[in-house]
């Protein structure tokens, strides 16, 4: 993420790299243990359709291009992973 320049938001950068820098990969292994334990997470597909038809996982379909519109469908309450390959 590019720092803004002179007129932009710098309060939604900053918190928008805060977020980016506290996010942690989740390894294929953790997120099936996270599947097998039923933990209470949130798993948003953000691929095209014809990916999510291809193969998916059973997640929230919200492409990436859609977050904005759509960031209402975001849990706030639990952990939420990102699907995105």
């Known amino acids: 993420i590019q720092s803004p320049k002179d007129g932009r938001d710098y309060e939604r950068y900053f918190r928008t790299k805060k977020i980016i820098e506290n996010m942690k990969e989740v390894t294929v292994t953790e997120l099936k243990e996270l599947m097998d334990s039923n933990a209470a997470f949130q798993l948003i597909d953000v691929r095209e359709p014809a990916e999510f038809e291809e193969a998916n ?29």
Do not use: F, W, Y
Request: hydrophobic content about 40%; aromatic content about 0%.
């Open 57 to 85: 996982l059973n997640g929230l379909l919200i492409p990436l291009q859609t977050i904005p519109q759509n960031a209402d469908k975001i849990a706030k309450d639990k952990q939420v992973i990102i699907h995105c390959r």
